[in-house]
């Protein structure tokens, strides 16, 4: 199994959640953090004070999937959630030794 997180810029939460669907992924959970990147925040005005925002809204993205599901499941993150402008996100992948859902006490990958 596999843990997911990504994190991508909060107007492409839909469009990812609707790509991951459609390739099978059954669940995941969605955060908003704050963070900064080589993007390293932008200046904005506000009542005509410049002020710098170092940090940035994000979404982090949470999904534990089976090993067959992980790449595609990247890979869909990737190319939904891609813009082409700087700020877009990262994805990493981390080994998943255990999982079990609560209700059924099932483990493994049938608990996901």
Known sequence: MKFII????????????EALSAVGVTGMTATEVK??????GHSEI?????????????VKLEIAVDDHVADKAVE????????????DGKIFVIDLESAM?????ETGPDAL
């Open 6 to 17: 990504a994190i991508i810029q909060p107007h492409r939460l839909d469009a990812v959640r």
């Open 35 to 40: 963070g900064f990147g080589r993007q390293g």
């Open 46 to 58: 506000y009542r005509g004070a410049e002020y710098t925002v170092h940090y940035l809204p994000k």
């Open 76 to 87: 869909t993150i990737a190319q939904a959630g891609r813009t082409g402008k700087i700020g």
């Open 101 to 105: 859902r609560v209700r059924t006490g």
